[in-house]
């Protein structure tokens, strides 16, 4: 896809989302997504590799929730695989800070490459498992928003995300449309872990018949310092 065409696409479809991209801003999505292509040939990034898929199902996907994170907000992204949805929001918004938190290393080092690539300031992506992670120093409880896109069902995904969350601050999981029994089956684990369902959303993305679910937990209590417990233990054994 050339660059005018792909522009033009994701600032028409980012406008719809009440999102106003300046050109610096396409184009830095543009080499995002040349970057992508480029490295998916060597390793497995994403099986979506066409332009216009890229463009609705990762980008635009990720900037549905840039209305419900505060400007200087600091961001924890959990699991974010190519970078989403952290990456895109960083894009929009030079205020945010970024911790972009994966446990492959291949993924980081394509992050790295993109960071230092788009220039980016504040952002940085680290090589580690969330349960190891949230032991450092500073982080436990060290993020306004804790963000992640389809990880893990919402009781296992909640018990990586929400020891990061300060008191006062939100959870944003992106869902696939049907979550209910998800949601069902996370209720204990939404109030063991100190947190509260404040709304769930239905997005359609732009130009497309794509539905997703935004699911906003706000901490309101801290969390148990058991959690989240050793690696494998939240997926074998679910808090529910």
């Known amino acids: 896809m050339e660059k005018e065409v792909f522009v033009k696409q994701i600032t028409e479809r980012a406008k719809k989302l009440e999102i106003i991209l300046e050109d610096k801003q396409a184009e830095d999505f543009y080499q995002y997504m040349l970057l992508l292509i480029e490295w998916n040939k060597k390793m497995n990034l994403t ?50 800070k970024v911790t972009l938190l ?6 980081i080092c394509f992050l790295q490459e993109v960071i230092q690539r788009l220039k980016l300031k504040d952002i940085q992506a680290i090589h580690g498992r969330a349960e190891e992670f949230v032991k450092l120093s500073n982080q436990r409880e060290n993020y306004e928003i804790v963000i992640s896109r389809a990880v893990a069902k919402l009781n296992v995904l909640l018990e990586y995300m929400l020891p990061f969350v300060k008191i006062g601050g939100k959870c944003i999981c992106m869902k696939a449309l049907e979550v209910e029994e998800e ?27 794509i539905k997703r679910k935004i699911i906003i937990i706000k901490k309101v ?20």
């Not at 069902?184 to 404040?198: D, M, Q, W």
């Not at 801290?222 to 494998?232: C, E, F, L, Q």
């Open 102 to 107: 994966d446990s492959l290393n291949k993924r």
């Open 221 to 240: 209590e801290r969390t148990p310092m058991i959690y989240p417990r050793k690696a494998g233990m939240p997926t074998k054994t679910p808090i529910c």
């Open 47 to 96: 099986a979506i590799i066409e332009p216009e898929e890229i463009i609705v199902k990762h980008f635009i996907d990720s900037l549905t929730i840039y209305p419900y994170i505060e400007k200087g907000n600091n961001i924890l992204d959990v699991g974010t695989g190519a970078g989403f949805p952290g990456v895109p929001i960083k894009l929009v918004q030079d205020s945010f």
């Open 183 to 209: 949601l069902e089956e996370a209720k204990k684990a939404i109030e063991i872990l100190g947190g509260k369902i404040e709304r769930i959303d239905t997005i359609t993305l732009p130009e497309s018949q």
